[in-house]
C-alpha cells in the first residue's frame, strides 16, 4: 500500500500511473468482495447445519450428541405431588403364596406357522 505522500507525488509526476494503479485497485476489491460473499454463503450454509437436530430434521436422535433440545413443555416439575390422593387406600391386585388354581395356557403353533409342539 502507498502512503498519501507517495500517492501524491504518483498523481503529480504520473497521472496515467496512478488512473492505472487505481484501477488495479477496484479490480482487487471487486474480487475481495465477490469472495466474501461466497465465504457468507458457505458460513451460512455451516451454521444452518449446525442447526439442525432429530426435531427438525430427519436426523436420529442419537446424531444430537450431548446437547439437549429445549424441553416442549414450560411446566415446573415439583408444583404437586405424584400420585395418589393422600388417604385413599387404593386397590391392586397383591402376589399370594397358595394360589387357588394355577392355569396353563399353551402355545402349540406360532403365527409365523412353525410347530412349537415337536421342537428339538
Do not use: F, W
Not at 487505481?22 to 458457505?42: G, M, N, P
Amino acid at each position: 500500500m502507498l502512503t498519501r505522500e507517495q500517492l501524491l507525488d504518483l498523481g503529480r509526476q504520473n497521472l496515467e500511473g496512478l488512473v492505472d494503479y487505481t484501477l488495479a485497485l477496484q479490480d482487487q476489491i471487486q474480487r475481495l468482495r465477490s469472495q466474501v460473499e461466497k465465504l457468507e454463503k458457505r458460513v451460512e450454509s455451516l451454521e444452518s447445519q449446525l442447526r439442525q437436530n432429530s426435531q427438525n430434521s430427519h436426523k436420529p436422535p442419537s446424531s444430537d450428541g450431548l446437547r439437549r433440545p429445549a424441553p416442549k413443555s414450560l411446566r415446573q416439575s415439583g408444583e404437586k405431588p405424584s400420585g395418589g390422593q393422600a388417604g385413599h387406600e387404593g386397590r391392586h391386585l397383591k402376589a399370594v403364596t397358595e394360589p387357588d388354581r394355577i392355569e396353563r395356557h399353551r402355545v402349540c403353533q406360532c403365527p409365523c406357522g412353525a410347530d412349537l409342539l415337536n421342537l428339538a
